[in-house]
């Protein structure tokens, strides 16, 4: 499937494999993507609440994804998804946060992966949220520290209110302002295409007026978060919008389809 690699100009595609191809085994899933024409995949956390899991876990994640024939092309770093939106902003979990990032990032340098995704973390019952962000700040500078040895990029995503109400970052311009705020060049914004059509957001817009900051672009169609064409965002003219404001990086499809159906690409 040459039109999965950015052929002719056309996108090219990585697979999520924490959200697609979960009828499988998480170790099985790089090869189903590979079977099923794709060349990179990208995953959430696969290690669930362990922020530290030991050599054999890790060695069997990198050796799935080597033995696939796939790159790995996104990372998040310890998120909880589904029932947390990451750590980055929580207090009580500075040490979890912390110890992940030195794991998450030796990942990345075995398999050549690039963007690590921060999940800010929700708002918490009782703290103020001037010191959450503060220490959002800090811990994304660490994080991009530590990203920058291997030459990674960290992201910063901005989800919506209505399936993450607590989350405070959900509008482009919020997340710019937070990797602005870093002071880290390599702090850049994932533009999920979903989460900002949920807040009504001008989509060409965001893209043209942040393509200098997006780091990479996840994507589902709106209502619904299934693949394109079950919905209603237009993402021919997306496409389109993203190579004109120069975007030439992968397009993670993160969105669910119990089918698998692969036609809306050809």
């Not at 009782?126 to 990203?147: K, S, T």
């Not at 919506?160 to 710019?176: D, F, L, T």
């Not at 919905?231 to 990086?249: N, R």
Request: hydrophobic share 40%; net charge negative.
């Amino acid at each position: 499937m040459k039109h999965y690699e950015g052929e002719s100009g056309l996108p090219k595609f990585d697979v999520n494999c924490s959200i697609l191809f979960t009828d499988l085994p998480l170790l099985e899933r790089p090869a189903a993507a590979k079977d099923a024409g794709f060349e990179a995949v990208e995953f959430w956390w696969p290690f669930g609440e362990d922020p530290t899991p030991g050599d054999k876990e890790i060695d069997a994640f990198v050796r799935a994804i080597d033995d696939a024939g796939v790159r790995l092309v996104g990372l998040n770093f310890i998120d909880l998804i589904p029932v947390g939106r990451g750590l980055v902003s929580v207090p009580s979990e500075i040490a979890r946060f912390r110890d992940n990032i030195e794991v998450a990032v030796g990942i990345a340098e075995r398999t050549g992966c690039r963007a690590l995704n921060a999940l800010y973390g929700n708002r918490i019952a009782g703290e103020d949220p001037v010191e959450q962000d503060d220490l959002a700040l800090e811990n994304l500078r660490l994080a991009a520290r530590a990203a920058a040895r291997i030459g990674a990029t960290v992201l910063v995503e901005a989800l919506n209110a209505h399936e993450s109400p607590h989350y405070p970052i959900v509008r482009a311009e919020q997340a710019v302002r937070v990797l602005e705020q870093t002071g880290e060049p390599n702090v850049r914004f994932l533009c999920d295409l979903y989460h900002l059509a949920r807040m009504d957001e001008d989509l060409i817009q965001v893209i043209k007026s942040y393509a200098q900051y997006i780091g990479h672009v996840q994507i589902a169609d709106d209502p619904g978060r299934g693949r394109p064409g079950t919905g209603d965002l237009d993402f021919d003219t997306l496409f389109e919008t993203l190579s004109a404001a120069g975007y030439d990086g992968w397009i993670g499809l993160e969105y669910k389809d119990p089918e698998l159906d692969w036609t809306w690409m050809k």
